[in-house]
């Protein structure tokens, strides 16, 4: 029966010469007047053909002319299909066009309004490059229909957010454990964004970092405001709380009040996994920065500073100054509270021009006393240097000697000593909270050193929820293991780790790996978010601001295939 359905209804390719018929998309198509039958049975051919008369008449069945004909009929109708179909692929080439051009835009920032200037601009250089070349016309005609305007990039900007967040939401679902950082900022229309960023780490040991979502707070900041917020995205798009290991954030009272902040509020609700909390060191390295004092340097250069740079005049002639003498720089800069590496950056530059400045207050008839002072050019020097290795230290976390009197540093060497040592105290109390997870940190590092494996595993067993007894036995399985021992020094020691066999330590590897140590994401994403958000485009809506920030923050790439096969493509108006 089923060879019998096979063979009945299935095109038959001697039907093109014998009934003037074709298969187009498993239809059966008459060559001459472009109907369809039904069913694709010889008898519906056959009773089709019978009405086209002259055609039997003129182009006798089995003759070289009625072969001839059918081969000319069904070239005509490729070029018809062919007709309409190029204008639509031309429409699919153009709408993913205007995709990748929305995402480089986005990338940089621009606004939706950019896309027109940048559509401006290509049609320029086309016109000028293309129009005497063979195919000019129609590679300008093509590069015309590609959709830029405003509309059209809000649209495809919000397209693009969908889908990455489609993506995320995979990763976040196979991934085995994750860790968030938490920020919150106001943009340019005084509306309070909290950026939230998370931290997956995979089977693999791999990791991937993205921005987890945007919420605007539009009244209060306070700690129930921030969990609130926070909660109900969890909620709404099903987050796989269980796997939260820790959470990163600021030292604000909303975030780690004791008992209104937003971690309290974590820790109170039985949704949440019992988790790790780390105020971002970071921002704990500039506060240890402030306990160096040293305001009786500080607070002359930035009057010095200010007062230079204050008058336009004055500005330009110190500028002109130290392009006669050559100087090392070019200019003085301002002293910023708010910036983490303003201040050290601003004294290397001032203690570099602090000859030229001399001479400059002295040209004024200004007093110059202090800058000559040895022992007060000795403390500069020294404010100098630490706050330049503290800065070092900062950048090393995002990521990312002018004194010649001997008898004088001599005298003064006690003073600089309690300055560091002081330093040194305060680090080492508000890091404190991270000695704890120290042990675990040594040796997911350097699982075969030589350690009481009891506390390890205790230690381990008390950070990480795991079993004490279970940890022990596998660490001491682990570092008798010989080929384990013998990859000990590959980078990616732990992914060669059977995961079942090992799955106490191999979970504390994986935590290890997720935890975030600063909330560096949200700052830089704050800077993102101000520079779209600019004051030119405060009526930028929360929701169009959330989408152009994730795709530009985002290290995923949309996928065009996907975006342009969801829609109806059609060439810019």
């Known amino acids: 029966m089923a060879e019998k359905r096979k063979r009945t209804y299935n095109f038959h390719s001697e039907w093109e010469e014998e009934f003037f018929f074709t298969s187009v998309k498993e239809n059966c198509v008459c060559l001459i007047c472009g109907a369809t039958v039904a069913t694709a049975k010889r008898h519906n051919v056959e009773r089709h053909f019978a009405t086209h008369n002259s055609y039997q008449a003129n182009y006798p069945e089995g003759s070289a002319l009625r072969a001839e004909k059918a081969r000319e009929l069904k070239a005509a109708l490729g070029k018809q299909q062919s007709f309409f179909t190029k204008p639509a692929k031309n429409s699919i080439k153009a709408t993913e066009a205007s995709f990748r051009a929305a995402h480089f835009l986005i990338k940089k920032k621009k606004a939706f309004s950019d896309g027109e200037v940048f559509k401006e601009a290509m049609m320029i250089i086309a016109n000028t490059v293309l129009k005497d070349e063979k195919n000019g016309a129609n590679l300008i005609s093509t590069l015309s229909d590609v959709q830029l305007g405003a509309s059209t990039m809000t649209r495809r900007v919000s397209a693009m957010s969908t889908n990455l967040a489609e993506q995320l939401d995979r990763d976040l679902a196979r991934c085995r454990w994750f860790s968030i950082q938490c920020d919150e900022s106001v943009d ?220 004088a540093l001599d005298k003064n060497a006690e003073k600089y000593c309690q300055v560091i040592n002081r330093l040194g105290q305060e680090f080492k109390d508000r890091f404190c909270d991270l000695d704890q997870l120290e042990p675990c940190v040594s040796f997911i590092s350097n699982p075969f050193m030589n350690k009481d494996i009891t506390d390890i595993a205790e230690q381990l067993s008390a950070t990480f929820n795991l079993d004490a007894g279970q940890v022990e036995i596998e660490i001491v399985t682990l570092q008798n293991d010989l080929h384990l021992k013998a990859h000990q020094a590959a980078p990616n020691f732990w992914s060669l780790v059977d995961t079942e066999k090992y799955s106490g330590v191999s979970t504390a590897a994986m ?17 993102d978010m101000n520079f779209i958000k600019n004051k030119h485009r405060t009526r930028l809506t929360d929701a169009h601001l959330q ?16 975006l342009v096969n969801s829609m109806q493509c059609q060439s810019s108006h």
């Open 188 to 407: 340019n229309s005084s509306t309070a964004q909290l950026s939230v960023f998370i931290r997956m780490v995979f089977a693999d040991l791999s990791t991937k970092e993205e921005l987890l979502t945007l919420l605007p707070l539009k009244t209060t900041t306070r700690g129930v405001d921030i969990y609130n917020a926070v909660k109900e995205f969890f909620v709404q798009k099903k987050v796989p709380l269980e796997k939260l290991v820790a959470v990163t954030t600021d030292g604000a009272p909303a975030m780690i009040g004791r008992h209104a902040g937003f971690i309290a509020h974590c820790k109170g609700d039985p949704d949440f996994p019992k988790l790790l909390h780390y105020h971002c060191i970071i921002h704990q390295q500039a506060l240890c920065a402030k306990v160096i004092g040293f305001e009786h340097v500080m607070t002359p250069v930035v009057k010095i500073i200010n007062s230079i740079r204050s008058k336009a005049k004055q500005h330009r002639i110190f500028k002109v100054l130290l392009q006669e003498m050559s100087a090392e720089y070019g200019d003085l800069l301002l002293h910023t509270e708010i910036r983490w590496l303003s201040r050290g950056r601003v004294l290397l530059r001032f203690l570099s021009l602090l000859g030229e400045i001399k001479e400059f207050m002295q040209s004024k008839g200004e007093d110059v006393s202090l800058l000559e002072g040895t022992e007060w050019t000795l403390d500069l020097a020294f404010l100098t240097d630490i706050t330049g290795k503290l800065n070092h230290l900062n950048c090393e976390l995002q990521g990312k000697d002018n004194a010649s009197a001997s008898e």
């Open 511 to 527: 935590k290890v790996a997720s935890l975030f140590g600063s909330t560096y994401l949200c700052e830089s994403a704050f800077s």
């Open 547 to 562: 989408d152009s920030l994730r795709v530009a923050v985002s290290s995923y790439t949309p996928d065009y295939n996907t």
